[in-house]
């Protein structure tokens, strides 16, 4: 099971820090990814990491702004989100999967409302 949590309101340029708890499973077994859907429109990636943090992925419209991590003695991963912008706006949800184009399991996501 996967619970995201950390999501808010925050004005433009602010930041966020979301996080996505893992029960029941090992999380370091696997890929864990970070995506978004904003209102009318379908779901995109953000963001990716591997079982051992030694790779990650971002979206272009992310790059240099979001960062992911994962602990996996903690079962957690995360996802700093500085110099929000409106676009940002949108349902954030973590997954995770055994590629970085394979996502097996989805929590529900937690909302990211940015306000100029």
């Known amino acids: 099971q996967l619970q995201a949590s950390g999501g808010g309101s925050v004005q433009a340029g602010g930041s966020l820090r979301l996080s996505c708890a893992a029960s029941?499973?090992?999380?370091?077994?696997?890929?864990m990814g970070w995506f978004r859907q904003a209102p009318g429109k379908e779901r995109e990636f953000v963001s990716a990491?591997?079982?051992?943090?030694?790779?990650?992925r971002y979206a272009d419209s992310v790059k240099g702004r979001f960062t992911i991590s994962r602990d996996n003695a903690k079962s957690m991963v995360y996802l700093q989100m500085n110099s929000l912008k409106l676009e940002d706006t949108a349902v954030y949800y973590c997954?995770?999967?055994?590629?970085?184009?394979?996502?097996?399991?989805w929590g529900p996501g937690t909302l990211v409302t940015v306000s100029s």
């Open positions: 997954a995770a999967g055994f590629d970085f184009d394979e996502y097996v399991y």
């Open positions: 029941g499973r090992t999380l370091s077994s696997y890929i």
């Open positions: 990491i591997t079982r051992s943090a030694g790779s990650t």
